[in-house]
């Protein structure tokens, strides 16, 4: 018979791996179509103390434990970058835009009122030195 194939040779058995492969495909295609159109998580300016992880992410200041829990934010109500830590872990210096111009920040880095820090005499402001 060289006529198309009747219903009858197309078992289960057979669809079964044919639908399995064309769904596969369609998962492949769709999440490389939302990958190319979602933006990418861009956590920037990482820093690590003996317990904890501190990063900027979305004009803010979060920290976590070393081993990824306890995501916190600790700044909001203005830009905030480049989080660092004091040498034994306690605070947090970090860059900041409140009122229109950057200074640094500390904060505790268990989170509590940013206060600004008085630039030392003499040594000039990142902003200045980067120009």
């Known amino acids: 018979m060289n006529g198309p194939r009747s219903m009858k040779s197309l078992s289960p058995s057979r669809l079964l791996p044919a639908a399995v492969l064309v769904l596969s495909a369609l998962t492949v295609c769709a999440a490389f179509s939302s990958a190319q159109s979602a933006p990418p998580l861009l956590l920037r300016d990482p820093t690590i103390s003996k317990t904890q992880i501190a990063f900027a992410y979305a004009g803010s200041v979060w920290t976590a434990s070393r081993d990824g829990s306890g995501l916190r934010r600790i700044t909001t109500g203005g830009h905030e970058s480049k989080p660092i830590f004091s040498p ?39 902003s200045e030195s980067s120009s």
């Open 88 to 126: 034994d872990g306690s605070l947090i210096a970090f860059t900041g835009n409140y009122d229109g111009s950057r200074s640094v920040y500390v904060i505790s880095a268990n989170g509590g009122e940013p206060r600004r820090s008085a630039p030392s005499a003499g040594l000039p402001m990142a």
